[in-house]
């Protein structure tokens, strides 16, 4: 797994070669060591969307006298789900699509529920310190990461 530090700022896929290459070479500095038991694709989604939410329930130190909810279950929600039912909080999820409200409730969601009112806590990226906590905290628990994988594309496919 490899984020540049945003040293120079760098950032791999945006400003610099990297979002859809076959290869990329980046500075050792950039690179955080993969835990064992974690995949390949569990590796990538800690460094994108279950890094993001890992970093903002991190933030809210929920532990299991909390309730929260999160609106929304795509990759980035359904992972705060994930480690919402980690911490031992109670987690209420707000989805619209029913497939999504029972995958939620599948990895121990107490409540799925569909309704439009919204209030927002916005996240977004994290350090490389962050990435290798987020890799560890989903190997060490052996959290299933990888029901939030539904599809997989070749290289070539990603246009």
């Not at 500095?29 to 990538?44: F, R």
């Not at 532990?63 to 209420?92: E, H, N, W």
Request: net charge neutral; hydrophobic share 40%.
């Amino acid at each position: 797994m490899c984020i540049d530090p945003g040293a120079e700022k760098i950032y791999y896929g945006r400003t610099n070669h990297g979002g859809h290459a076959e290869r990329i070479a980046v500075r050792e500095t950039a690179c955080v060591p993969m835990p064992d038991g974690l995949s390949y694709e569990e590796g990538a989604a800690c460094a994108c969307g279950t890094g993001t939410a890992y970093d903002a329930l991190k933030r809210l130190d929920l532990s299991g006298r909390d309730t929260f909810a999160i609106y929304g279950q795509g990759p980035v929600g359904l992972s705060a789900a994930l480690f919402g039912v980690a911490t031992g909080a109670r987690v209420i999820v707000v989805e619209p699509v029913a497939y999504r409200r029972e995958l939620a409730k599948s990895l121990g969601c107490d409540a799925a529920i569909d309704h439009k009112q919204l209030t927002i806590h916005g996240s977004w990226t994290m350090s490389t310190i962050g990435l290798g906590e987020v890799a560890r905290y989903v190997a060490e628990r052996k959290l299933p990461l990888k029901k939030l994988i539904t599809h997989h594309f070749r290289l070539e496919q990603a246009a």
